[in-house]
Structure formats: C-alpha cells, structure tokens
C-alpha cells in the first residue's frame, strides 16, 4: 500500500506520466524524482530549494499539485509524515 513502484504505477518503464521508479536501485529512484518536472515546471524535488518542490502538494493532493499519490487518496498519515519529514531536512537520498 503506497508502493510508488507498482508495476501499474511507476515500476515499469516507462512509468506513469513518464515517472519510471525502480524499487531495487534506490539510487536511481532518487535521481528520477529529482530530474522530473511536471506541470508546475520545476522539480518535484529540489535539495538545493527544498520549499520550491512541489513534492508534498503532489502527494497530498493540494492545489496545483495534481491529484493525491498513489491513487485514490493518497499515503497514509504516518507515512505522509515520514515523507515530509525527509523533505524538510533537505530532500537528501540515504546514505
């Protein structure tokens, strides 16, 4: 639940919306989030501007952010927080 690498979401290339998350490279996943600009045309992650990624108004279905991810209503409340606890500290990949 809440999987971003579902085969029917982002797991297989190309991904939807052209968004192609691969669950076994962690690396990969992270350079793929921050290479993608959607409609709002600039990062859906940005670690140099953290507040300028529109990440959580994506994943939280706010205006201007798209519909909730994943599909239907979004993450779940705890890991919506673990999620925007790492954009606030920065939006780094793990170590």
């Known amino acids: 639940n809440g999987n971003c690498s579902l085969g029917g979401c982002h797991g297989s290339q190309p ?3 052209g968004l192609y998350l691969p669950d076994m490279d ?3 996943f992270y350079d793929e989030l921050k290479g993608y600009k959607g409609t709002q045309g600039y990062p859906y992650i940005n670690p140099d501007e953290p507040a300028h990624s529109w990440i959580l ?3 939280a279905g706010l205006p201007g952010g798209g519909a909730p991810m994943p599909p239907p209503s979004g993450f779940n409340e705890t890991d919506f927080a673990l999620i925007q606890n790492w954009a606030m500290c920065g939006l780094k990949p793990d170590p």
Request: net charge positive; with cysteine.
């Open 15 to 17: 991904g939807a919306r």
């Open 26 to 28: 962690a690396t990969a």
């Open 57 to 59: 108004c994506n994943l």
